[in-house]
DNA sequence: GGTTAAACGAGACGGTACGTCTAGTCTTCGG
DNA sequence: CCGAAGACTAGACGTACCGTCTCGTTTAACC
């Protein structure tokens, strides 16, 4: 709060321009060069913007990306609508991510960022809590509610079962493996709430 | 075969030393110095090779990385046993990989190389290829083999079911938000075969 | 003139320091080590100085050890007196260059810098422009002049009188056959001016 | 003589094909692309011959372009024809040295030994003995003679005097500031001979 | 005709320097 | 104080040759 309550800081304020100009700038270079073409220098030289302006708010390539999937991808994934039905409210949220992945530039980033973590722990750190936790948090409480309300057996492992839902997509982002079709999210839900077991007993029901 | 069959080869033959030294070191300084400290000059000085000898066989620092992953945890991870029922077998296949990344270097190689094939499409093909097929086939044969034999529903999306067992421990290797537990895997394979619902039929059976 | 008369370059400015480091750094190398030891990797490093900073503002070899020519033996060699005579004057100007390259690194030096420039029309070109033509117009001057006001044969081939007087010093720099001694300006000068012809109608006179 | 005197040695004889070719290999390729190209690997490619092959018969590069010099300019270099007098004989001597330079691969040899030669003791008094004292003797010779007849004065430096005649030459080859034209030679020997000086005895005789 | 000896071809190897690149830091000027 | 410009240190990159080596192959001279 501090920021915004005292008197108007000293000297020459930061400049929103070169913010925005960073954040676009990354996320150009990515989608248009891949991930080779994003360094520092070519951010700074796209941007049109000093280096030492770029390493003065963000001290890693890693950091850059992250704020540029905010900046990219942030108001693309507001909360899914809701229906009502645990497995229709599911699959809106594991459907959402894989549009995200697929069909704007949150799918490189992501992998870039992902790719950076690897090396960087603080960059980890962010990940999980700026985009990874929150998702996982929302579907989380979806499971929560449905334990509680005896709608899902009650040694239900949320944080595992929350995994089988998201980590597939993760997994087919990563390793290109298989595509991220429409119909995965419903059916990564249905398999995971019915089981593959053949002898099952909720013909239709409660999906 | 056919590279001992013909006659010996001209010139000086390879260095079967200077192969395995350039493995061990690259596995050597991964786990020691993180994925920062895994450069060619590095690896080169450590295995007493020169750097050419390293660029001679070896294009990328992913490719090191993928031999020596196959050089590291190659035999760490035979075939596990299997005891027959389709949880249990599925169990040990997840469950080796969990302690392979937990307990061997095969986990920061893996996570290293994951990294590494986001900018190289040729080393993730390669990783696909050489590790995650082969893991992810003999997964997919079992849940094959169940619904031919009407144990699973005939409308199983086998691929999407191989993720939903596989995915989550990839995910934890990379993300690190949770433990891999030894737990993990025989969770994942109960939470798919049975299905979270409350209203099961199959009381305890078939695990 | 433009550089300093305009305002003040914007940036950091060149460091004065660097250049004068990399300059010694050479000529020393060179007299220490020989030519072998003077790699751009080696005056980086007795500079202390990155690699970058040499390239930056040097192309070559060749044009770090022209500039160290200038650096090193430029004040060394400003005019060398006159007596008004044409035999003393030409032998001051001989016999400098041969002081310059028995007792400075000026020797060594331009020994490398003809050897580059074998391989480098450009040092080449640097070398004739910055050291050979000003030492050989002075020469040539004196010759002119002498021929104008009757001093000399009016059918005179100043270059190649030029060359007459330095090519043998070059030469025994280069080649090695016979030692830069004290005596050799004066007897070049001597032999050229009165020929070796024996009839000779000038018993001493002139010189 | 005692390699050919004795018996036919044991074991495979030395390739005189490999010899040829190697000598070839190396002046076709400094005539063709430079001095930079003349590398052993190149040299080695080019003849079709193995680098061990190279190395075993020479020890250097420079070593090389010495044989190189020998085979290409040899027989093109054989004494001069002598007409009895002295200027003529001169001449005739530094104009085999000019055309040599001009117009065969003595040229761009040369200057690349030469070059060779400031960094490696032994190329340069291989240069000395085999190329430059032989040429330098005949002149020396004559000159010598010259002196002992009384056509000379008795004071001459002939060393000195032979390095006027010659080291022009190679001067304008090693630094090409003036071309080397065919009156080049006759001129040098003139103005030596007759010098400078205006007041002349012998208005054209002995030339 | 088999043995021996040396030259040769092929090519992997340990080195060294190359010239380029990127990361970050530092120094100055201008707004 | 912020931002631009740009010189700086540090060090990895991938390439090119170097000169050495270890083989297998060829070509003679000898026995």
Request: glycine share 10%; hydrophobic share 45%; net charge positive.
């Given at each position: 709060?501090?920021e915004?309550?005292?008197?108007?800081?000293?000297?020459r304020?930061?400049?929103?321009?070169?913010?925005?100009?960073?954040?676009?700038?990354?996320?150009?270079?990515?989608?248009?060069?891949?991930?080779?073409?994003?360094?520092?220098?070519?951010?700074?030289?796209?941007?049109?913007?000093?280096?030492s302006?770029?390493?003065k708010?963000w001290?890693?390539?890693?950091?850059?990306?992250?704020d540029?999937?905010?900046h990219?991808?942030?108001?693309?994934?507001?909360?899914p609508?809701?229906?009502?039905s645990?497995?229709?409210?599911?699959?809106a949220?594991?459907?959402?991510?894989v549009?995200?992945?697929?069909?704007?530039?949150?799918?490189?980033?992501?992998?870039?960022?992902?790719?950076?973590?690897?090396?960087?722990?603080?960059?980890?750190?962010?990940?999980?809590?700026?985009?990874?936790?929150?998702r996982?948090?929302?579907?989380?409480?979806?499971?929560?509610?449905?334990?509680?309300?005896?709608?899902?057996?009650?040694?239900t492992d949320?944080?595992?079962?929350v995994?089988?839902?998201?980590?597939?997509?993760?997994h087919?982002l990563?390793?290109g493996?298989a595509?991220?079709?429409?119909?995965?999210?419903?059916?990564l839900?249905?398999?995971l709430?019915?089981?593959?077991?053949?002898?099952r007993?909720?013909?239709?029901?409660?999906?």
């Amino acid at each position: 709060m501090g920021e915004t309550g005292g008197p108007r800081a000293r000297g020459r304020p930061r400049s929103e321009r070169a913010r925005a100009a960073v954040l676009d700038a990354a996320t150009g270079l990515l989608v248009s060069g891949g991930v080779q073409a994003v360094t520092m220098e070519a951010i700074a030289a796209r941007a049109r913007v000093s280096k030492s302006t770029v390493y003065k708010w963000w001290p890693t390539r890693g950091h850059v990306m992250l704020d540029s999937l905010a900046h990219a991808a942030g108001h693309a994934l507001a909360a899914p609508a809701r229906d009502g039905s645990l497995a229709g409210d599911l699959a809106a949220e594991v459907g959402a991510l894989v549009r995200a992945f697929r069909d704007t530039a949150a799918g490189p980033l992501v992998a870039d960022i992902v790719a950076a973590a690897q090396a960087d722990p603080d960059v980890r750190a962010a990940l999980d809590e700026r985009w990874v936790r929150p998702r996982r948090a929302a579907c989380a409480r979806l499971l929560d509610d449905a334990v509680a309300r005896g709608a899902l057996r009650p040694d239900t492992d949320v944080p595992a079962a929350v995994d089988q839902l998201f980590a597939p997509v993760y997994h087919r982002l990563l390793f290109g493996h298989a595509a991220l079709a429409d119909g995965l999210a419903p059916t990564l839900v249905r398999q995971l709430l019915d089981g593959l077991g053949a002898g099952r007993c909720r013909p239709d029901g409660d999906r």
